[in-house]
């Protein structure tokens, strides 16, 4: 018996199917590539850093929010529900630790770049958190609070 030869569709199909599946497997090795790599996360894109500090943040819904320096001494303390943006962020790093099965007593960074940008590292996670999207009300507070030594 003599074999049908693949109708020109047939082959069509088999070709898109094959460029699909090189671009996934592409995509794939170069996603594992970076993130087994240790290449740094988006924090480059924020520009030089100016000043940075380490800070303890600490929000819990019905004990409130509590943020110490380095050293752990106060700088602010807020009641359930007062903590505005920090009670958020402080709630944010804790769940992401929890995820990454992250210690949950260690500090963040808190980085004032050029022009203003704020961020937050959290360098047990290797997460960074953008403030500037926040509002500039609420990132001169955390500037206040964070960055500036008082």
Do not use: W
């Not at 940075?52 to 602010?76: C, S, Y």
């Not at 949950?104 to 997460?127: I, K, W, Y």
Request: charged residues 25%; aromatic residues 8%.
């Amino acid at each position: 018996m003599h074999a049908t030869e693949p109708s020109r569709k047939e082959l069509l199909d088999q070709r898109l199917m094959r460029v699909i599946f090189f671009g996934l497997a592409t995509l794939l090795v170069l996603v594992a590539f970076h993130t087994y790599s240790g290449s740094p996360r988006a924090e480059t894109q924020y520009g030089e850093i100016l000043q940075e500090k380490a800070v303890f943040l600490d929000a819990h819904p019905r004990q409130g929010t509590v943020l110490l320096n380095a050293d752990r001494e106060l700088i602010a303390e807020f009641a359930p529900g007062d903590g505005g943006l920090l009670e958020t962020l402080g709630t944010v790093l804790r769940r992401q630790r929890l995820r990454h099965d992250a210690p949950a007593d260690t500090p963040v960074m808190a980085r004032l770049h050029e022009g203003n940008q704020l961020s937050l590292f959290d360098p047990t996670t290797r997460h960074s958190y953008n403030m500037t999207s926040y509002g500039n009300n609420n990132v001169a507070q955390i500037i206040e609070f964070m960055i500036e030594d008082k």
